[in-house]
Protein backbone atom coordinates (compact mmCIF):
# COMPACT_ATOMS: atom_id res chain seq x y z
CA UNK A 1 0.00 0.00 0.00
CA UNK A 2 1.08 3.60 -1.35
CA UNK A 3 1.88 5.54 2.39
CA UNK A 4 -0.10 8.18 1.23
CA UNK A 5 -3.11 5.73 1.16
CA UNK A 6 -1.68 3.88 4.58
CA UNK A 7 -1.72 6.61 6.62
CA UNK A 8 -5.53 7.93 5.29
CA UNK A 9 -6.98 4.39 6.22
CA UNK A 10 -5.39 4.77 9.83
CA UNK A 11 -6.16 8.25 10.25
CA UNK A 12 -9.80 7.28 9.26
CA UNK A 13 -9.86 4.26 11.45
CA UNK A 14 -9.11 6.42 14.39
CA UNK A 15 -12.57 7.78 15.24
CA UNK A 16 -13.38 3.98 15.22
CA UNK A 17 -11.20 3.04 18.35
CA UNK A 18 -12.16 5.87 20.27
CA UNK A 19 -15.78 5.39 20.12
CA UNK A 20 -16.23 1.70 20.05
CA UNK A 21 -15.90 -0.12 23.71
CA UNK A 22 -14.35 1.64 26.00
CA UNK A 23 -11.51 -0.80 25.90
CA UNK A 24 -10.02 0.83 23.15
CA UNK A 25 -6.08 0.83 24.22
CA UNK A 26 -5.14 -2.38 26.58
CA UNK A 27 -3.55 -0.13 29.57
CA UNK A 28 -0.67 -0.50 31.41
CA UNK A 29 1.22 1.53 33.91
CA UNK A 30 4.99 2.19 33.73
CA UNK A 31 6.06 1.28 37.58
CA UNK A 32 7.48 5.02 37.52
CA UNK A 33 4.45 6.23 37.46
CA UNK A 34 3.62 5.47 40.96
CA UNK A 35 7.01 5.89 42.55
CA UNK A 36 6.93 9.64 44.52
CA UNK A 37 10.19 9.15 47.24
CA UNK A 38 13.04 6.93 47.36
CA UNK A 39 15.09 5.24 44.33
CA UNK A 40 13.75 3.82 41.28
CA UNK A 41 14.43 -0.01 41.81
CA UNK A 42 15.35 -1.79 39.36
CA UNK A 43 13.26 -2.49 36.05
CA UNK A 44 11.23 0.93 37.13
CA UNK A 45 11.94 3.27 34.54
CA UNK A 46 11.52 1.24 31.06
CA UNK A 47 15.14 1.52 29.38
CA UNK A 48 17.22 -0.39 27.03
CA UNK A 49 18.46 -2.39 29.51
CA UNK A 50 14.81 -2.93 31.35
CA UNK A 51 12.52 -2.24 28.00
CA UNK A 52 8.51 -2.46 28.27
CA UNK A 53 8.28 -5.75 26.58
CA UNK A 54 5.84 -6.25 24.32
CA UNK A 55 4.41 -9.49 23.68
CA UNK A 56 5.65 -11.68 20.27
CA UNK A 57 2.78 -11.31 18.11
CA UNK A 58 0.42 -8.34 19.83
CA UNK A 59 2.71 -5.42 18.24
CA UNK A 60 -0.41 -4.34 15.87
CA UNK A 61 -2.74 -4.73 19.03
CA UNK A 62 -3.65 -1.43 20.37
CA UNK A 63 -1.57 -0.23 23.78
CA UNK A 64 -1.80 2.72 26.13
CA UNK A 65 1.10 2.73 28.19
CA UNK A 66 0.90 5.49 31.12
CA UNK A 67 4.40 6.49 31.92
CA UNK A 68 6.57 9.50 33.09
CA UNK A 69 10.37 10.92 32.12
CA UNK A 70 12.31 12.10 34.80
CA UNK A 71 14.71 14.75 33.93
CA UNK A 72 16.33 13.84 30.20
CA UNK A 73 14.98 10.19 30.26
CA UNK A 74 14.68 7.60 27.43
CA UNK A 75 11.57 5.17 27.77
CA UNK A 76 11.86 2.14 25.73
CA UNK A 77 9.88 -0.39 24.39
CA UNK A 78 10.64 -3.49 23.21
CA UNK A 79 9.46 -6.04 20.23
CA UNK A 80 11.10 -8.79 18.78
CA UNK A 81 10.06 -9.76 14.84
CA UNK A 82 10.72 -13.38 14.49
CA UNK A 83 11.47 -14.82 11.54
CA UNK A 84 9.25 -15.23 8.60
CA UNK A 85 6.81 -13.04 10.60
CA UNK A 86 5.16 -9.47 8.66
CA UNK A 87 3.79 -6.87 10.47
CA UNK A 88 1.15 -4.86 8.22
CA UNK A 89 2.15 -1.73 10.29
CA UNK A 90 3.81 -0.43 13.43
CA UNK A 91 2.04 2.69 14.30
CA UNK A 92 3.27 4.73 17.65
CA UNK A 93 3.12 8.16 19.18
CA UNK A 94 3.78 9.71 23.07
CA UNK A 95 0.75 12.08 24.25
CA UNK A 96 1.02 14.64 26.52
CA UNK A 97 -1.93 14.97 28.98
CA UNK A 98 -4.26 17.70 28.47
CA UNK A 99 -2.77 19.77 31.38
CA UNK A 100 -1.99 23.35 31.62
CA UNK A 101 1.61 22.64 32.15
CA UNK A 102 2.02 20.86 29.34
CA UNK A 103 0.50 22.90 26.79
CA UNK A 104 3.93 23.09 25.03
CA UNK A 105 5.35 19.52 25.31
CA UNK A 106 5.79 17.64 22.52
CA UNK A 107 7.57 14.29 23.52
CA UNK A 108 9.31 13.14 20.38
CA UNK A 109 8.64 8.89 19.19
CA UNK A 110 11.48 6.87 17.26
CA UNK A 111 11.29 3.58 15.92
CA UNK A 112 14.90 1.25 15.89
CA UNK A 113 15.39 -1.52 14.45
CA UNK A 114 17.14 -3.67 10.92
CA UNK A 115 16.42 -2.76 7.90
CA UNK A 116 14.91 0.68 8.76
CA UNK A 117 16.44 3.52 7.51
CA UNK A 118 19.84 4.98 7.74
CA UNK A 119 20.56 7.38 10.59
CA UNK A 120 21.21 11.01 9.84
CA UNK A 121 24.96 11.49 10.87
CA UNK A 122 24.06 15.10 12.05
CA UNK A 123 20.90 13.46 13.79
CA UNK A 124 21.47 14.14 17.75
CA UNK A 125 19.69 12.15 19.56
CA UNK A 126 19.53 11.39 23.98
CA UNK A 127 20.62 7.34 23.03
CA UNK A 128 22.83 5.46 20.77
CA UNK A 129 21.64 4.06 18.17
CA UNK A 130 22.95 -0.23 17.63
CA UNK A 131 24.83 -0.42 14.96
CA UNK A 132 23.42 -1.82 11.86
CA UNK A 133 20.50 -0.19 12.83
CA UNK A 134 18.22 2.18 11.04
CA UNK A 135 15.47 5.16 12.67
CA UNK A 136 12.49 6.50 12.24
CA UNK A 137 11.79 9.40 14.23
CA UNK A 138 8.54 11.91 14.59
CA UNK A 139 8.62 15.22 16.70
CA UNK A 140 5.47 16.48 16.53
CA UNK A 141 4.39 19.59 14.98
CA UNK A 142 3.94 22.58 17.02
CA UNK A 143 0.70 24.36 17.33
CA UNK A 144 1.22 28.56 16.93
CA UNK A 145 1.02 30.51 19.88
CA UNK A 146 -2.79 31.12 20.58
CA UNK A 147 -4.20 28.33 18.81
CA UNK A 148 -5.60 25.42 20.89
CA UNK A 149 -4.11 22.30 20.82
CA UNK A 150 -6.56 19.39 20.03
CA UNK A 151 -7.98 17.26 22.92
CA UNK A 152 -8.96 13.75 22.74
CA UNK A 153 -11.08 12.42 25.80
CA UNK A 154 -12.19 9.83 26.59
CA UNK A 155 -14.83 10.97 29.25
CA UNK A 156 -17.91 10.90 27.01
CA UNK A 157 -17.04 7.26 26.00
CA UNK A 158 -16.04 5.46 28.70
CA UNK A 159 -17.24 5.88 32.58
CA UNK A 160 -13.37 7.64 33.54
CA UNK A 161 -11.94 11.23 33.37
CA UNK A 162 -8.59 10.93 30.43
CA UNK A 163 -7.67 13.51 28.24
CA UNK A 164 -4.59 14.05 26.16
CA UNK A 165 -3.01 16.51 23.75
CA UNK A 166 -3.51 15.09 20.49
CA UNK A 167 -1.00 15.47 17.61
CA UNK A 168 -1.83 18.71 15.04
CA UNK A 169 -0.54 16.91 11.91
CA UNK A 170 -1.30 12.91 12.80
CA UNK A 171 0.31 12.13 9.26
CA UNK A 172 3.37 13.32 10.18
CA UNK A 173 3.18 13.22 14.82
CA UNK A 174 2.73 9.71 14.58
CA UNK A 175 5.54 7.24 13.44
CA UNK A 176 4.04 4.65 10.59
CA UNK A 177 5.87 1.70 9.54
CA UNK A 178 4.09 -0.72 6.92
CA UNK A 179 5.13 -3.99 5.94
CA UNK A 180 7.92 -4.58 8.41
CA UNK A 181 9.49 -7.95 7.45
CA UNK A 182 13.38 -7.76 8.55
CA UNK A 183 13.66 -10.03 11.56
CA UNK A 184 15.19 -8.66 14.79
CA UNK A 185 14.69 -6.66 18.06
CA UNK A 186 12.79 -3.40 17.65
CA UNK A 187 12.95 -0.41 20.04
CA UNK A 188 10.30 2.21 20.44
CA UNK A 189 11.84 4.99 22.32
CA UNK A 190 10.74 8.22 23.86
CA UNK A 191 11.28 11.79 24.89
CA UNK A 192 11.33 14.99 25.75
CA UNK A 193 13.37 16.68 23.45
CA UNK A 194 13.30 19.71 26.50
CA UNK A 195 14.78 17.21 28.78
CA UNK A 196 11.93 18.65 31.27
CA UNK A 197 10.50 15.84 33.18
CA UNK A 198 7.09 15.04 31.92
CA UNK A 199 4.12 12.42 32.53
CA UNK A 200 2.70 10.82 28.94
CA UNK A 201 1.08 8.04 27.37
CA UNK A 202 2.78 5.90 24.95
CA UNK A 203 0.16 4.80 22.14
CA UNK A 204 1.40 1.48 20.54
CA UNK A 205 -0.86 -0.29 17.80
CA UNK A 206 -3.87 0.18 16.14
CA UNK A 207 -6.33 -3.15 16.36
CA UNK A 208 -8.45 -4.44 19.09
CA UNK A 209 -8.03 -8.12 19.84
CA UNK A 210 -8.54 -8.09 23.36
CA UNK A 211 -8.62 -10.99 26.05
CA UNK A 212 -9.74 -11.49 29.12
CA UNK A 213 -6.20 -10.51 30.76
CA UNK A 214 -6.42 -6.88 28.88
CA UNK A 215 -9.79 -6.55 30.13
CA UNK A 216 -8.05 -7.00 33.66
CA UNK A 217 -5.85 -4.40 32.80
CA UNK A 218 -8.52 -2.19 32.11
CA UNK A 219 -10.50 -2.53 35.26
CA UNK A 220 -7.55 -2.13 37.36
CA UNK A 221 -5.75 0.93 35.50
CA UNK A 222 -8.01 2.80 34.28
CA UNK A 223 -10.01 4.17 37.17
CA UNK A 224 -6.73 4.59 38.71
CA UNK A 225 -5.32 7.07 36.30
CA UNK A 226 -9.23 8.23 36.13
CA UNK A 227 -9.11 12.59 36.64
CA UNK A 228 -5.23 12.23 36.28
CA UNK A 229 -4.65 10.76 40.36
CA UNK A 230 -1.21 9.52 38.98
CA UNK A 231 0.41 12.34 37.16
CA UNK A 232 3.35 13.79 38.92
CA UNK A 233 1.75 17.42 39.02
CA UNK A 234 -0.75 19.20 39.68
CA UNK A 235 -3.70 19.26 36.22
CA UNK A 236 -5.45 22.14 35.32
CA UNK A 237 -7.62 20.44 32.64
CA UNK A 238 -7.55 22.33 28.97
CA UNK A 239 -9.86 21.95 26.69
CA UNK A 240 -9.64 21.98 22.71
CA UNK A 241 -10.98 21.22 19.28
CA UNK A 242 -11.55 17.59 18.99
CA UNK A 243 -9.03 15.94 16.36
CA UNK A 244 -11.44 13.84 14.50
CA UNK A 245 -14.61 16.93 13.64
Not at 218 to 238: A, N, R, T
Request: glycine share 6%; hydrophobic share 40%.
Amino acid sequence: MQRKHFIIAVITAFPLLTVAASLAHVPYLEPQVVRRCGALAEGEDFSFEHPFIITSGTIVQSKAIFAYLSYGDVDVYQYTLEEGETIPWMIAAALPPACRMYRNTYPATAVLGPGLPEPDPGEKLPFEIPEGYGVIISRPEKVPFGEDRPVLSLSANVPVNISWFFPANPQTDFVFIDNLDVPGIYYVVIWNPEKWPCDYTANIGITEEFSEEDKMHEQIILPLYSDHKLLHFPCVEMEGPSPFE
